[in-house]
C-alpha cells in the first residue's frame, strides 16, 4: 500500500508546488505556459527532432507512425524524446509494416507525447500523456529516466531528451486485453465494449477537401457496460483497484457451474441461451474488483464494487489474509501480482470467492407482505389473512395470520416466489407460536399442514396440480413445535427455470392445513407464519 500513498504524496506536493509557483513566480509561469511568449523557439517540434543526430531513431518512427506532420503543426505539445539505443526501433517499424500503427502510437509515440507546456523544474508535476498514462517529472527526471537536455522551447511546445524510453504500464482493462491467460475473460469484456471519439483529446492532422477534420490519431473513450455495472472501472488511468481475475483455467470451471442456474424459462425471455451465457459470464467475475479507495482496513475485510448498503452481509469478505474455522481468506491463494497502471492485477487458477459468495444465495420470502400472498383461488382460499409487524431477534419484520373461514375449513394460502435459480434449495417454513400474538394464550397446539410447488412449464402455464414436498421420510404432512419460532424442513426441490430479474414469478408454493374433524382438539387450523427461506444446495 505504500506505493498508492507515496502517489497521493506525490501528487499533493505537485499541487502545492504549482500553487506557491502561482502566486509567487506568475511572469516565469507565463514564459513557460503562455504560447506568445518570446522564449518560445523558432523551430517546431519536429524540426528540431530532426536536426538532432542521436533522435534520428525516434524520427523514424514518427514519420513511420504520421506523427512527423502533428509535431510540426501549430498545435503544443511536450515531447520526451528518448535517445537512439534505448528503444528497439526496428520492432516498432515492423508493427507498422504489419498494420498494428495504433498499437505503436499508444504503446510508444504517446507514451512521450503530451499536450500544452511542461518545462523540468524542481518542483513535481505529474504528466498526462497523450494516450492517459501519467508520469512525474521533477529535478531533471521523468519517472525514471534522466532529462539529458531540459527545456527545448519551439515554435510549437517543449523539447526534453531523455536517455531511456518511457516504459509503457499496462491499466488492468489492457493487461486483461494483452494477456493471454485472461483470454476468456476479455472475449467476455470485449463484446460488451462501446468506445467514442474523444475529439478533445485526439491528434488532428487537418482538414480534408470537405472541410471535416482528419485524425492522426483518435483517442477513443472506452467503456463497457458489464464493467459500469459492476462499477469497475479499470480502464481509467486515475483509478486504484485490485483485481482477482481468473485465468482461463478458472474462468471455465466457474462458468461451467453457474450456467445450469441460470435456464431461463422460454415463455418469458428471448434469446434464452444468450442471456443465460451473458449471466454466467457475468457473474464469474461478479466479485473480482476492489476499489482500493473504498478499501481502508484490508486486513478485516475487502469490500467488493459490487458492494451496497442495501443488501451489506454480501459482496464483503471478511478477514481476507487469514483461515478462520476452515474457511480461506480471499487475498491468502493471491500469491502472484502483476503492476498495472491503476492498480495490481492478481491471476487465479481457482477463485477465492465461493459459488455461494457470489451468486447461489438464499433466498428469503417474508409472508407478511401481501404482495407476496399470491390472491388466486386455486392457491389462496377458505382463509383470511392479517400481517402483523415484530420487532423479535427471531421473527423477520413480522408474519402473517392465517384465519381459516369456519371452524371445520382447511385453509389453503399460496406464496409467490420470486429470484430463484434453476438450481436446487432446502425449503424452509417459519412458523410462529401463538404466544407471540397473544401472550396470555393457552393454546399451544402444533400446526399441521402440506406443502406443493407448482412452477410454471415452458409455455408459460402453471400445472393443475403441484409437487407435494416431503419429509426426509417421504411423509407429506409437517408438524411444527408449537412452543418456539420454528423453522419446519419441508425438504429439497429441484427448480427448472430461473427467474432471477424477472417481472412474473414462476414459482408457487401452495400451505395447506391437513387436520381431519377428529383432530382438531389436537392441531390448529390458524397459523402464524414469518417467512419462506430457500437454502441453496450446490453438489460440487
Request: net charge negative; with cysteine.
Amino acid at each position: 500500500m505504500n506505493k498508492y500513498m507515496n502517489k497521493i504524496v506525490r501528487r499533493t506536493l505537485a499541487a502545492a508546488g504549482a500553487l506557491l509557483l502561482c502566486c509567487s513566480c506568475s511572469d516565469t509561469w507565463d514564459e513557460h505556459y503562455d504560447t506568445n511568449s518570446d522564449v518560445l523557439g523558432t523551430s517546431s517540434i519536429m524540426e528540431s527532432l530532426q536536426s538532432s543526430s542521436n533522435l534520428s531513431d525516434f524520427v523514424q518512427v514518427l514519420k513511420a507512425t504520421g506523427y512527423d506532420d502533428v509535431l510540426g503543426s501549430e498545435q503544443i505539445f511536450t515531447v520526451w524524446a528518448p535517445v537512439n539505443g534505448t528503444f528497439n526501433k526496428d520492432s516498432l517499424l515492423s508493427l507498422v509494416s504489419a498494420g498494428k500503427t495504433s498499437d505503436v502510437i499508444k504503446r510508444f509515440v504517446n507514451n512521450h507525447i503530451s499536450r500544452y507546456n511542461y518545462s523540468n523544474s524542481s518542483e513535481a508535476v505529474d504528466v498526462t500523456m497523450l494516450n492517459t498514462k501519467t508520469a512525474v517529472m521533477e529535478n531533471g527526471l521523468i519517472g525514471d529516466a534522466n532529462i539529458t537536455s531540459a527545456n527545448n522551447h519551439c515554435s510549437n511546445g517543449v523539447l526534453h531528451i531523455i536517455d531511456n524510453k518511457l516504459p509503457f504500464k499496462n491499466n488492468i482493462y489492457e493487461e486483461i486485453e494483452q494477456n493471454s491467460r485472461f483470454s476468456l475473460l476479455y472475449d467476455f469484456l470485449n463484446t460488451y465494449a462501446i468506445d467514442s471519439l474523444d475529439e478533445s483529446r485526439s491528434v488532428a492532422r487537418g482538414l480534408d477537401e470537405d472541410g471535416n477534420t482528419v485524425y492522426v490519431d483518435s483517442v477513443m473513450i472506452e467503456t463497457n457496460t458489464i464493467l459500469e455495472s459492476l462499477d469497475a472501472l479499470i480502464s481509467e488511468e486515475d483509478s486504484n483497484y485490485w483485481a482477482i481475475l481468473p485465468t482461463d483455467v478458472a474462468y471455465k470451471e466457474r462458468y461451467d457451474a453457474i450456467y445450469p442456474l441460470f435456464a431461463f424459462n422460454p415463455s418469458m425471455v428471448d434469446n434464452v441461451d444468450s442471456l443465460q451465457s451473458m449471466y454466467a459470464n457475468r457473474y464469474v467475475i461478479y466479485d473480482s474488483f476492489f476499489n482500493m479507495n473504498r478499501n481502508k482496513h484490508i486486513q478485516d475485510s475487502l469490500v467488493a464494487t459490487t458492494y451496497s448498503t442495501r443488501n451489506p452481509e454480501h459482496n464483503v469478505f471478511y478477514h481476507p489474509y487469514e483461515t478462520i474455522n476452515d474457511s480461506v481468506g480471499i487475498m491468502e491463494n493471491c500469491t502472484e501480482e502483476i503492476e498495472c497502471s491503476n492498480g495490481t492485477v492478481y491471476p487465479v487458477d481457482e477463485l477465492p470467492m465461493s459459488i455461494y459468495d457470489v451468486v447461489y444465495r438464499p433466498i428469503k420470502i417474508e409472508a407478511e407482505f401481501q404482495s407476496n400472498v399470491n390472491s388466486d383461488e386455486s392457491y389462496t382460499k377458505l382463509c383470511s389473512y392479517t400481517s402483523y409487524t415484530n420487532s423479535s431477534d427471531s421473527i423477520s419484520n413480522g408474519y402473517l395470520d392465517i384465519v381459516p373461514t369456519s371452524s371445520s375449513a382447511n385453509p389453503t394460502i399460496g406464496f409467490n416466489i420470486s429470484g430463484n435459480l434453476s438450481g436446487t434449495y432446502e425449503i424452509y417454513l417459519v412458523m410462529v407460536p401463538k404466544n407471540v400474538m397473544n401472550s396470555e394464550t393457552t393454546d399451544y397446539r402444533p400446526y399441521q399442514f402440506r406443502a406443493q410447488i407448482y412452477e410454471m412449464n415452458d409455455n408459460g402455464a402453471f400445472p393443475t396440480a403441484g409437487t407435494y414436498l416431503t419429509t426426509e421420510s417421504g411423509d407429506r404432512t409437517f408438524n411444527n413445535d408449537p412452543t418456539v419460532v420454528d423453522s419446519v424442513y419441508l425438504g429439497t426441490y429441484n427448480f427448472s427455470h430461473c427467474y432471477q430479474g424477472q417481472s412474473v414469478d414462476g414459482v408457487i408454493l401452495r400451505i395447506t392445513s391437513y387436520i381431519t374433524s377428529r383432530q382438531t382438539s389436537s392441531y390448529s387450523r390458524e397459523m402464524l407464519v414469518d417467512c419462506i427461506y430457500l437454502k441453496p444446495k450446490y453438489d460440487e
